[in-house]
């Protein structure tokens, strides 16, 4: 300690001396801890950000795509994907597959954050465990319930049948009515213990305290959870919602691995709907226009986010 | 006897109890694919189907697993992209986090936000455009694509994540080295780095496990048998096995294995991780 002191003096007046010169030079060498990673970012982020919005703008094809060569049209691309009625339903489908997804995982998340909420042996490690089916890799997952929903040999189907809900098994996955329910059933289970592990930690932020006086008011466990904990869990529900809106929309793994986007196109969701335009159509110019269309609705929720957060802080 | 129903009330077991039931129904499919996977090929067709397979027979391990080359191929990929997922991740995301929260920089605010948006980019969005860029710099069907392209998802994650630990450290413990004549670099490395390793297990864990379990990228910008990931050569086998669920499921519980163990050993980091990632800002 006492051999850092006469140095210590030292600083300001060499300071003094050249004051501009010194900021300069270290600020330049303080810049080249964030250099690598901007670099990273612009050739591997922006960059591709910036040719998927060229390439929306141009007739990219298999010919053209690699010379970059392709010839501007204008708003051509996303005229053409307005016009395309299975674009269309690729929007409802992914709305309906995020409305339901969110609604059944906060739902449940909320039940079991509340339930975890209280000390308990072993609570910690039960919680754990839940986070495990949120770890599984997609591939791995989406197989396991492609295997559950079997027709013929699938465990949900023998279930369901022996506890006389149904009376024939079903082909979840190959029959078009059944066939999205049974991917938001995946997605929700992969789903819960995401929003509950959020969702408890806004639950232990809540003081104690303030239970405890609704307590000596009177008030019953029913009352403390309607007047306390729904208003004050307002600002994380938010959060948590609208995290999820983002994470939802863009599934595209799941889905692909347990349908492929079918049966005919009953569960193309928007991200499957570019994958094919690029990947299986090859028609990269259509596909990056609307690759840019989710992406722009995105971003989107993403200012909402930021809107209510806001505006929580705020009030 | 009415003494211990009161002390089985009092410290909770019976909420205990409960919790058991409920992650026991909820981890079901996972109990099932293993139940599944230790099947011999007939069983799995048994109405109604026996919840542990009796008796257990590890054939589908030793066909489609360990006798599989193809898989075994594919495992020693996923192995290559995550170890250099993690390592590109950390060693861009380390310096980075740590002049964002300490160095003051001009521009620094920007820079986070930048990071928050590119992290709303979707994998299928920029698949395409990666795969256009990745051709011109003739790098599709390489490591070195999956790893750059798992490092886009990881890097921005891995930055949020860890300013805040570097925020956390006392700024006179560096201050001092810097008076003693270190470089900011050298204090960067010697001092600060090592009070921040829980961030870096952290950020080393998650990368580790978004890149093992990676599918989009995978299955986009790589068309060579040699290289693709185990998550692209399960899906592949999918359609090639067809009903034989016994194998398929013995291959799904081997790519999930590193998962469980990587998270058995680094649970308090990952939890830790996961709730401050998504509520932090």
Same mark, same amino acid.
């Given at each position: 300690m006492a051999r850092a002191l006469p140095s210590t003096a030292a600083v300001p007046a060499a300071a003094a001396v050249r004051p501009r010169r010194r900021v300069r030079r270290g600020l330049f060498a303080d810049y080249l801890f964030l250099l690598p990673a901007l670099l990273f970012i612009a050739v591997t982020m922006l960059y591709p950000v910036w040719t998927n919005l060229r390439m929306s703008l141009h007739d990219v094809t298999v010919m053209t795509f690699l010379r970059d060569n392709a010839p501007f049209v204008g708003l051509q691309n996303y005229r053409d994907l307005l016009a395309d009625p299975v674009f269309h339903k690729a929007l409802g489908l992914s709305l309906i597959f995020t409305a339901g997804s969110l609604a059944f995982q906060f739902g449940i998340g909320f039940a079991l954050a509340l339930f975890f909420n209280r000390p308990f042996p072993g609570n910690t490690t039960l919680r754990a465990l839940l986070l495990l089916a949120w770890l599984l890799p997609t591939v791995v997952s989406g197989s396991l319930f492609r295997w559950m929903l079997d027709g013929d040999f699938g465990v949900v189907n023998y279930a369901l049948v022996s506890l006389g809900l149904l009376d024939d098994g079903r082909y979840w996955l190959i029959e078009p009515g059944t066939a999205l329910a049974g991917t938001v059933l995946a997605n929700v289970w992969v789903g819960i213990p995401f929003n509950m592990a959020l969702l408890l930690a806004g639950l232990q932020g809540i003081p104690h305290t303030l239970y405890e006086a609704a307590s000596v008011d009177g008030a019953t466990g029913w009352q403390r959870f309607r007047s306390l904990t729904l208003p004050l869990m307002r600002p994380v529900s938010l959060s948590v919602l609208l995290l999820g809106l983002i994470y939802t929309f863009k599934v595209f793994d799941l889905i692909y691995i347990m349908t492929?986007?079918?049966?005919?196109?009953?569960?193309?969701?928007l991200p499957i709907y570019t994958y094919k335009l690029t990947?299986?159509?090859?028609r990269f110019g259509d596909g990056a226009a609307a690759a840019t269309l989710l992406l722009v609705g995105l971003v989107g929720v993403a200012l909402l986010y930021l809107w209510a957060a806001r505006r929580e802080e705020a009030s | 006897m009415s003494t211990a129903v009161a002390r089985f009330r009092r410290e909770g077991y019976g909420s205990t109890l409960v919790g058991v039931l409920i992650v026991a129904l909820f981890l079901f499919p996972v109990f099932w694919m293993v139940s599944t996977s230790l099947?011999? &090929?007939?069983? $799995?067709?048994?109405? !109604? &189907?026996?919840? $542990?397979?009796?008796? !257990?027979?590890a054939e589908a391990y030793r066909e489609a697993?360990?006798?599989?080359p193809i898989v075994l191929r594919a495992m020693v990929s996923s192995v290559v992209v995550s170890l250099g997922t993690m390592l590109l991740t950390i060693l861009l995301a380390a310096p980075a986090a740590y002049a964002l929260a300490?160095?003051?920089?001009?521009?620094g605010p920007l820079v986070l936000l930048l990071l928050l948006i590119t992290q709303l980019l979707p994998s299928i969005v920029m698949a395409g455009p990666l795969f256009v860029v990745f051709s011109r710099l003739g790098l599709v069907n390489s490591y070195q694509a999956l790893i750059l392209a798992d490092t886009t998802i990881t890097l921005p994650f891995a930055v949020i994540i860890l300013r805040p630990f570097f925020l956390s450290v006392p700024k006179d413990l560096e201050s001092a080295a810097l008076v003693d004549g270190a470089t900011r670099w050298r204090s960067f490395v010697q001092v600060t780095l090592p009070l921040v390793r829980p961030g870096l297990v952290t950020v080393a864990a998650f990368s580790f496990l978004f890149a093992w379990g990676e599918f989009v990228f995978a299955l986009s910008l790589n068309t060579n048998e040699g290289i693709q990931p185990v998550t692209v050569a399960l899906n592949k086998l999918i359609g090639q096995y067809g009903t034989q669920w016994n194998s398929l499921m013995a291959i799904s519980t081997a790519v999930a294995v590193p998962i469980v163990a990587v998270f058995a050993g680094l649970q308090k980091f990952i939890v830790g991780g996961l709730t401050s990632g998504a509520t932090k800002e």
């Open positions: 492929g986007g079918g049966p005919v196109d009953a569960t193309t969701v990947f299986s159509f090859f | 099947k011999a &090929p007939a069983d $799995i067709f048994a109405t !109604p &189907p026996d919840l $542990i397979p009796s008796p !257990p027979s697993v360990f006798g599989n300490r160095l003051e920089l001009p521009g």
